[in-house]
């Protein structure tokens, strides 16, 4: 069969013009022209053999490379070199590719070489695996020949089974890599968020999918005592387990922190030279926020991180505004706290970048993007949650972590908002105070309809903490009552901003026993100072079921 047409695509090859006929090169001119005759006198005076000199059929049936070489539309089989017989056994001349070569089908290759005959053009296809576990690289490249009737294929596999194996084990490690990371991460976070009595809260955190592109993506829930809620999202630059294992010490931290129940801005202040110590190279933002139902607002810090959209209940979004300070572990910087409301009815959502941060926009198009979704979301939290991600583009390939909590403050009607009271007292005057503080709780109280053994139990609560203020504390004093569907909150603050704490009262003393009875008898007890100075000092008791 003759190769000459074929010969001549293949590169480094040039077909020796035959001297004195038809079609030769034209002779170049000048001294470029000078030199390649000279080197075409010495190619002939050194006899240097041409391509058809050799035999095809050998050279092809040496080549590491397998070869087969198929011709007309049903692709037939004229020839395949030593190595292909030896990786899929020999194939009879003239029998069609459909028939006889079961590895064309694993490797895709009779529409390839349909494709190759109509358009005359090579086509390659890479690592393809057949079915004995052998992956090939395959290049059909057409051949035309007087002898072949409706052309010809030339098929070409280079076999890649250590490299696609080598790539296998590499996707193997990089799986194994990234579920660690994904493992860390998740087991990180709150593996079932507090539900305070007056908010309703979900959360969700998708790991992006690019490379083990777990970052360090964090939210919390964290219930202070007297009704008040922490809410904690935050975002460690980075990614892999690194960024992770840096999260999972900057949420601890926090949940510590916000034991000491602090202001927001003194909980960042804490954090910033926090995250300075674990890591230097590694930053966070962060927006630590406390909810009081006793005000109907959040009060927030910020460290570089994306503000708060509220939706009120008419579908209006409001953005929380300034004060935001830079990322944590940057130091040398003052926080502030902030407020937005957060009235009855309304929804708030805290989010990571992940969520609004796309290739080629502007952040803050993404930040509008998710208000305008936010104005139309309804639903549980959950519901917005899931609304969210649909809204902005989140699909399971997004490749970033995206990480949103969405808290809701329910407004209450008929028998459900009956669970919910307050009550308040101004303590004026001096020790007359007291009896007046025990007969409005214990009037409150029986209002409420609460057995009477822990009617009795809240009138006792309340005369030692009314007591403790009188005695430690100056005007202005208050007395808060507060009923929930799950606990009663007593709370008493006054101008002194001198924290009480639990002491052993020896048997001669008078006194010292105030907060050792309330601890006694409560559910849970604590204080804290207020904004402006002042303190409050406050303690729960579980309703019965």
């Known amino acids: 069969m003759n190769f000459t ?116 053009k090579p086509r390659t296809v890479k690592s393809r695996r057949t079915r004995d576990g052998g992956s090939y690289t395959v290049t059909c490249l057409p051949v035309d020949s007087p002898r072949l009737d409706g052309g010809g294929v030339l098929v070409h596999a280079a076999d890649v089974t250590d490299h696609a194996e080598a790539a296998e084990r590499l996707r193997a490690s990089e799986r194994r890599h990234r579920e660690t990371a994904v493992t860390l991460q998740r087991s990180l976070l709150p593996q079932e968020l507090e539900q305070p009595d007056d908010l309703r809260i979900a959360a969700t955190y998708q790991p992006g999918v690019a490379d083990a592109a777990v970052g360090g993506d964090w939210y919390d829930v964290i219930t202070l005592g007297a009704g008040r809620t922490a809410l904690v999202i935050g975002d460690v630059m980075g990614r892999g387990v690194r960024a992770a294992a840096v999260m999972g010490q900057l949420r601890t931290a926090v949940r510590a922190y916000a034991r000491l129940d602090l202001p927001p801005h003194e909980v960042l202040q804490l954090l910033d030279g926090l995250a300075a110590e674990i890591d230097a190279s590694q930053i966070a933002t962060c927006v630590y926020a406390i909810h009081d139902p006793n005000e109907g607002k959040l009060v927030y810090a910020s460290a570089g991180h994306l503000p708060i959209l509220v939706r009120d209940e008419d579908g209006t979004v409001r953005r929380a505004e300034d004060p935001t300070g830079p990322p944590l572990g940057t130091g040398g910087w003052l926080h502030a706290s902030g407020s937005i409301a957060l009235p009855p009815g309304s929804t708030a959502v805290l989010y990571t970048d992940g969520l609004v941060e796309r290739r080629r926009e502007d952040i803050d198009e993404g930040v509008a993007a998710l208000a305008r979704a936010l104005a139309g979301a309804d639903g549980t939290p959950q519901v917005v949650c899931d609304r969210l991600l649909r809204a902005l583009g989140v699909t399971a390939e997004h490749d970033d972590d995206v990480a949103v909590l969405v808290v809701q403050h329910p407004s209450r009607k008929g028998s459900d908002a009956e ?82 704490r639990r002491r052993r009262a020896e048997t001669e003393d008078e006194a010292g026993r105030g907060i050792s009875i309330i601890a006694t008898i409560a559910s849970s007890w604590g204080s804290r100072r207020t904004p402006g100075g002042g303190k409050a000092v406050w303690c729960e008791f579980a309703l019965p079921d």
């Open 419 to 500: 669970l919910f009271h307050n009550a308040a007292l101004e303590l004026l005057g001096g020790v007359e105070a007291a009896p007046r503080a025990r007969a409005f709780a214990s009037g409150v109280l029986s209002s409420w309809r609460f057995p009477v053994e822990l009617r009795d139990l809240g009138v006792l609560a309340t005369s030692e903490l009314v007591a403790n203020s009188l005695q430690h504390g100056t005007p202005p004093m208050r007395l808060r009552l507060r009923r929930t569907d799950r606990r009663l909150i007593i709370e008493v603050t006054d101008g002194d901003d001198h924290l009480p």
């Open 5 to 120: 047409r074929w010969s001549a695509r293949l590169p480094g090859t040039q077909r020796r013009a035959a001297r004195g006929t038809e079609g030769s090169v034209p002779a170049a001119r000048g001294e470029y022209g000078q030199q390649l005759e000279q080197l075409t006198d010495s190619a002939e005076a050194a006899d240097v053999p041409a391509l058809e000199d050799f035999s095809v059929r050998e050279l092809l049936g040496r080549l590491p490379g397998l070869v087969a070489l198929v011709y007309g539309p049903e692709h037939r089989i004229a020839y395949v070199n030593d190595a292909y017989a030896a990786a899929f056994g020999p194939r009879p001349a003239g029998a069609t590719v459909a028939d006889t070569c079961p590895e064309a089908e694993d490797l895709g290759l009779l529409p390839l070489m349909d494709q190759v005959l109509r358009s005359g």
